[in-house]
């Protein structure tokens, strides 16, 4: 299946413009790491971004827990995105109907249409999510992941939600490609007479850890080599098992960046036949 090529083959099969760039920049830069900066004031964010930036394909950003921000801090953040070469992922979890998740995907404070390549939503609301966020999404070449499964102690997206959340992503191919999960999603929910063999949608899974099972709010984490090599996933996505307790300790961030790295790359040659 297709998860057994190398990212930049695949690439070429690929037609939305995001997913593409991901996996060309996976490729080019040799990395599957994504590390979510999830701390709340502008300048420890973009030190951090600064820091890890040569070791990730991804920037995986909450900018609504940045107590000082401002639009200016996206110019920046794009220009360390051209510096470094990485793409931006606004890990927002639209879950309202269409009408206004592309009000809240093109306009407020963040606009986060304008700068985000990937965002994500919650299948939960149905199909009239993905065409709200597409309106807004498709016409300046960006991708949507699905939530398909999640990562947290007692989840309730498993079983037939899953199953259905990926029917949706197979109809609206041109816009999702592919989901935050913790497996690989090809060819489920698949009715029987339906061609998936070519099928590859992008698994981007967060919930990794190298050194700590999970944290004291649900949160379970998996080595990179579980999610990567056991699980058939593509990217992992790190949050503080890279920046730590400590966010002005910028070379022991930059350390665990290039561990998670070499450890994510590691597992994926391992997976290549
Ligand atoms: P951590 O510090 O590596 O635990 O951070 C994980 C990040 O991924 C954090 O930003 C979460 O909001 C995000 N996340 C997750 O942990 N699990 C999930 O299932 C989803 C998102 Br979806």
């Given at each position: 299946s297709a998860h057994l090529k190398s990212y930049g083959q695949r690439a070429l099969k690929q037609t939305n413009p995001a997913a593409i760039l991901l996996l060309e920049t996976m490729e080019r830069k040799k990395t599957n790491l994504a590390v979510?900066?999830?701390?709340?004031?502008s300048a420890d964010f973009l030190t951090i971004v600064d820091a890890v930036g040569p070791f990730v394909c991804l920037i995986k950003t909450h900018?609504?827990?940045?107590?000082?921000?401002?639009?200016s801090l996206i110019e920046r953040l794009e220009n360390l995105s051209l510096k470094h070469d990485f793409l931006i992922f606004e890990d927002r979890k639209f879950a309202d109907i269409g009408n206004t998740v592309a009000h809240q995907y093109s306009s407020g404070?963040?606009?986060i249409a304008r700068w985000s390549h990937l965002t994500n939503a919650h299948?939960?609301?149905?199909p009239s999510i993905i065409k709200g966020l597409a309106s807004v999404g498709l016409p300046v070449g960006r991708g949507l992941l699905l939530?398909?499964?999640?990562?947290?102690?007692?989840?309730?997206?498993?079983?037939t939600y899953t199953e259905d959340a990926v029917r949706m992503a197979r109809l609206n191919r041109d816009f999702v490609v592919g989901f935050i999960a913790q497996h690989r999603m090809d060819?489920?929910?698949?009715?029987?007479?339906?061609?998936?063999?070519d099928e590859d949608f992008l698994v981007l899974t967060p919930g990794v850890g190298l050194d700590s099972k999970?944290?004291?709010?649900g949160q379970q984490y998996r080595t990179p080599e579980e999610v990567i090599?056991?699980?058939?996933?593509?990217v992992i996505i790190v949050g503080r098992g890279v920046y730590?307790?400590?966010?002005?300790?910028t070379a022991a961030i930059v350390a665990r960046a290039e561990r998670y790295m070499a450890e994510g790359w590691a597992a994926y040659l391992r997976r290549l036949v």
């Open positions: 979510s900066v999830d701390v709340t004031t900018i609504d827990i940045l107590e000082d921000f401002e639009y404070v963040y606009k299948p939960v609301p149905g939530l398909a499964e999640m990562s947290t102690k007692g989840s309730l997206a498993t079983g060819g489920i929910g698949a009715a029987p007479d339906e061609d998936v063999t999970g944290d004291a709010m090599l056991d699980s058939g996933c593509d730590g307790t400590d966010l002005k300790a």
